[in-house]
């Protein structure tokens, strides 16, 4: 499928890791912490899935239920 | 049990390639910078509407099998006639995203085939289905004063009355796999132009149909599906206007959401906003002005036949009327307490956790762990809040990303502050996949193999889930598409009062219902009715407000059998030996009595 415009986001991507790999130009603090930064976000939006869809279920509460008595 | 489901294959068959004949209308309105493939998407999005939209305009002079067929061979003639062949257009998509989606639509298939059933809580059998069974049989669109729903915008239900017309009662049901497909192609198809590669834009569909939410408004002969693909279709054609003819296309596309569900009312300003803000060729907002009156003008104008029959019929272009409307209108079967008490339903519903800025601000985490509380069960995946921020980041620099942007926080917006229901949110959800793919491809780029593994457990997640959430209730009926026994345990099962209507369906002398409690659904009677009381407290007739006044009008009303139920909402109202009526059939909680002589 042909696009009139290039994917730009490849281009973003490229100017990124070149002004990563540059030493000319230091990157910036966001972008020096931001795969921390991706990192940190992604991995709590996962720990969050699973304390908000699995241990406040109903089967969970109902499992700590059971074996509480 | 097989003629059934061949009937409604080879309908809908005919109603795409019709569909798709209609569509190559708006072929020359659309940039020329669309691939042939998106314009073959638009042309299938659009042509559906269009296709709706003639029907509903000739359903009011004429809704005979005959005229519907002469609609239907009008489209597929132009689809004849066109150059353009969407089913040639070649792509390679990602083999698991692409497997993922071919699953889904072919469970979705599968249960299309299965018999409409349900109570009133199931708007499928509640309204969906009911107008394009009552305006068949009736051999013309009017009002239905019983059901206010079917007074909505209707443009999706009269293809679903062309299938029904042909296809029998499984045709609508089978026609979700194709407009299920169109949303999910009409979404990849806004990831390409936002930079995605084919695989890229797989991956789009299959985050979307692996959403719970989106997948079970989008079946079932449910209309936010084909909707939300309009508003998407909409924007993609009005982010890209430059020419008058662009700007066009893009007011037909809206007028045709306008024209299916009334939320596109709102959404219509923030989108012609952003598609008229900094156009492609650098005008200032003043000089788009026109252009951007000209969407505006021409979207009202497609949608007008549905709110100028409303007004003409029923007293008020918006029906049900808010409420404050019945105070300066004349508005017919819905008295005002209804309409007040219907509105504060709708106020209740959808005020999801509130509508303060700190609700706004935890908007997104409550949209992914608990969008059961916007009434969207199944829940929309992890992907979009764990990848669509580093999305926008990523493509802020690309013009069209950055006002898609734009627009889709805008609709979020508006929804927020207006009625929090998941299914009026389906485009917001297609936008965001788009720009979690696009988050989850920068988060790759920047972060090591810990990052990668995060990654692959987020989308595994999202996919997981949402596959087991989708695939548990739609495997569950699947044996009664292919075991007799089981379609008729489901019937029993799924449909109140069957054996009452099985009987009376099945009795010559039955040609017209009394249906007394507003809880029994009128879909389930195939031949003519009376409901003098709506499920949402429609009124039919002005002088009689509860069952014994109807009951002493009984020869006014030329009916041949009355229900009596004992439901959720009422316990039976006919008393016993009420003269004029014999009890000819009972079973427990319902009484089958036949109208006989004068009384």
Known sequence: MSQRKPAQLVETMAKFSQQKASDSEPPSQFKRYLPVLAEAWVLFTIVAFFVARVLGSNVFKHFLRSVSH | ?599
């Open chain 2, 1 to 599: 049990m097989w003629l059934p489901v061949l009937k409604a294959i080879a309908t809908n068959l005919v109603v795409i390639i019709s569909t798709f004949g209609f569509g190559t209308l708006l072929l020359r309105l659309l940039p020329d910078s669309f691939s042939r493939l998106t314009r073959s998407l638009c042309a299938l999005i659009g042509g559906f509407g269009i296709l709706g939209l003639l029907l509903f305009v000739v359903g009011y002079l004429s809704f005979m099998r005959w005229t519907i067929a002469v609609v239907l061979v009008a489209g597929v003639a132009l689809a004849i006639r066109s150059r353009l062949h969407p089913f040639g257009v070649r792509v390679r998509p990602g083999i698991i995203p692409a497997g993922i989606v071919a699953f889904v639509l072919t469970i979705t298939a599968l249960s299309g085939l299965l018999e409409p059933v349900g109570d009133w809580n199931i708007d499928t059998v509640a309204y969906h289905l009911v107008g394009p069974k009552v305006w068949l049989r009736d051999g013309m669109v009017r009002p239905i004063p019983d059901n206010m729903n079917t007074s909505y915008p209707s443009t999706v239900e009269m293809v679903f009355a062309s299938l029904y017309a042909f296809g029998g009662d499984r045709a609508p049901g089978l026609s979700a796999t194709w407009t299920l497909a169109f949303f999910l192609a009409i979404a990849a198809a806004v990831g390409r132009r936002c930079g995605l590669d084919i695989n890229g834009a797989c991956w789009v569909a299959a985050l979307i149909v692996t959403m719970p939410a989106v997948y079970h408004g989008s079946v079932g002969a449910f209309v936010d599906g084909i909707y939300a693909a309009f508003i998407l279709a909409a924007i993609r054609v009005g982010l890209d206007a430059t020419e008058r003819k662009h700007f066009v296309a893009f007011g037909i596309f809206f007028g045709l959401a306008m024209a299916t569900k009334y939320p596109a009312l709102l959404a219509l300003p923030a989108v012609v906003f952003c598609a008229a803000w900094r156009g492609e060729n650098g005008k200032t907002l003043r000089q788009m002005i026109p252009t951007a009156s000209l969407t505006v003008a021409v979207a009202c104008i497609v949608a007008s036949p549905i709110y100028l029959k409303n007004w003409i019929f029923l007293g008020s272009p918006l029906y049900p009327p808010p409420a404050w409307v019945t105070k300066l209108l004349h508005v017919k079967y819905f008295p005002a307490e209804a309409s007040r008490a219907f509105y504060q339903y709708n106020i209740e519903r959808g005020k999801g956790h509130g509508r303060g800025i700190l609700h706004l601000f935890t908007l997104p985490f409550n949209l992914t762990y608990h969008t059961a509380d916007f009434s969207g069960a199944g829940g929309i995946g992890l992907a979009p809040l764990a990848f669509a921020p580093f999305g926008v980041l990523a493509s802020w620099r690309e013009k069209f990303a950055r006002r898609l942007a734009l627009v889709a926080f805008l609709l979020l917006l508006l929804w927020f502050l207006t009625m929090q229901e998941s299914r009026y949110l389906f485009h917001f959800y297609a936008l965001s996949a788009v720009f979690a793919v696009l988050g989850w491809r920068y988060v790759l780029s920047v972060t090591g193999n810990r990052g990668r593994m995060l990654c692959a457990t987020v989308v595994a997640i999202s996919l997981g889930y949402g596959l087991f959430m989708i695939a548990k209730p739609q495997l569950a009926g699947l044996p009664a598409v292919f075991s007799a026994r089981r379609a008729e345990q489901r019937r029993e099962t799924h449909i109140p009062f069957v054996q009452s209507f099985d009987y009376l369906n099945h009795d010559p002398q039955f040609t017209k219902l009394l249906i007394l409690d507003r809880s029994v659904l009128a879909y389930y009677s195939d031949k003519d009715y009376v409901k003098p009381f709506g499920q949402w407290g429609e009124q039919v007739f002005r002088d009689a407000a509860t069952p014994a006044e109807i009951l002493v009008r009984l020869n006014e009303l030329h009916v041949s059998h009355v229900l009596d139920v004992q439901s959720t909402v009422s316990g039976f109202v006919v008393p016993t030996n009420y003269p004029g009526l014999v009890l000819e059939f009972e079973r427990p909680g319902q009484r089958v009595y036949k109208v006989v002589g004068n009384r």
